[in-house]
């Protein structure tokens, strides 16, 4: 998480204060939060510094260089969390908790995000390595809701959990960004098609155990990106009339898709042997490839 550490904090020498600022930096050396002060305040900051850890040289080297990074880096490019004097302890507290991204099911919906940060973001597998970001399982849609208001519940002032759901509603018009920054209760990402299935690359598919993979994926593909992304990719078409949306599906297409995949995907969805990458994604579509780079966003501004 970015963070902006105001000046006042190296103003005044608390025992508390002082244990929680340190630990914060510490961060931010580690790799964990990001900090990037202009060069004055990194001026202040080592100074303080020196004068209460003298013998922690490796201070100034780390802060001189984080300054540098301030001369390129715009505040607006990341939403940061400003750390006074009157929020430093819950701040420390909250950037010491891992964040948690909620999933229905930690192994399939867990294994598919584990492939995304691996092939759009993998410093966020070094986060979850290092047990700064972890997965919340639910068990089933029912329990998201309640996973994530205990995860919640852990954070005091910036809460860094963010909820994954299906779009069983099949809304195409959504806006689900947080409206403010910091977070006072958990950032919630609604696929923008049916469910994680509805993203699985063909080197993911093709792993499938039915007896007709080939038929499916060939004819799946076939399809529009709207068809591809409503589908039921578990259940198939419906068993009386299909939707509008499918009405114009060939009768072959229909025939073969009437029980999609059942339970015939890999377990776990992705499994660990399967690498991909942004062009498997970008295959689908270029709505794939864009939501899974703002679902990543997120995420990083979060962990």
């Not at 929680?20 to 990001?34: D, K, S, Y």
């Not at 990341?78 to 010491?96: E, F, G, K, P, R």
């Not at 299935?197 to 499916?216: G, I, M, R, T």
């Not at 009437?258 to 776990?268: A, L, M, S, T």
């Amino acid at each position: 998480m970015w963070v902006d550490i105001e000046g006042e904090l190296f103003l005044v020498e608390d025992g508390d204060n002082l244990d929680h600022l340190l630990e914060i930096i510490r961060f931010t050396i580690q790799g964990r939060h990001a900090w990037t002060p202009s060069p004055d305040l990194a001026m202040v900051a080592i100074g303080f510094l020196e004068t209460t850890l003298p013998k922690h040289a490796s201070w100034r080297e780390y802060l001189l260089n984080a300054s540098k990074a301030s001369a390129w880096h715009s505040k607006s490019d990341q939403a940061q969390l400003t750390i006074t004097a009157n929020n430093l302890n819950d701040v420390a507290h909250d950037l010491a908790l891992p964040a948690v991204v909620v999933v229905e099911n930690s192994r399939n919906d867990g294994s598919f995000l584990k492939a995304v940060f691996a092939a759009y973001a993998p410093e966020l597998c070094k986060a979850r390595e290092s047990n700064w970001l972890e997965f919340g399982h639910c068990g089933g849609k029912g329990e998201q809701d309640f996973v994530a208001g205990q995860a919640a519940a852990k954070f005091k002032h910036v809460v860094r959990v963010l909820v994954v759901r299906d779009n069983d509603d099949r809304l195409e018009e959504l806006d689900d960004d947080p409206g403010n920054w910091p977070p006072v209760e958990p950032v919630l990402h609604i696929w923008r098609r049916h469910e994680v299935e509805n993203y699985l690359p063909d080197a993911v598919l093709y792993l499938s155990d039915h007896p007709e993979a080939a038929d499916l994926i060939r004819l799946l593909r076939q399809m529009t990106a709207k068809q591809q992304g409503f589908i039921d990719m578990k259940e198939g078409l419906p068993k009386s009339s299909p939707k509008p949306l499918f009405q114009d599906l060939d009768s072959k297409s229909q025939k073969v898709w009437r029980k999609g995949f059942g339970k015939h995907f890999p377990k776990p969805l992705v499994p660990e042997q399967v690498s991909l990458t942004v062009d498997d994604f970008r295959r689908l579509g270029e709505d794939v490839h864009q939501e899974l780079s703002h679902l990543m966003s997120k995420i990083r501004r979060l962990v």
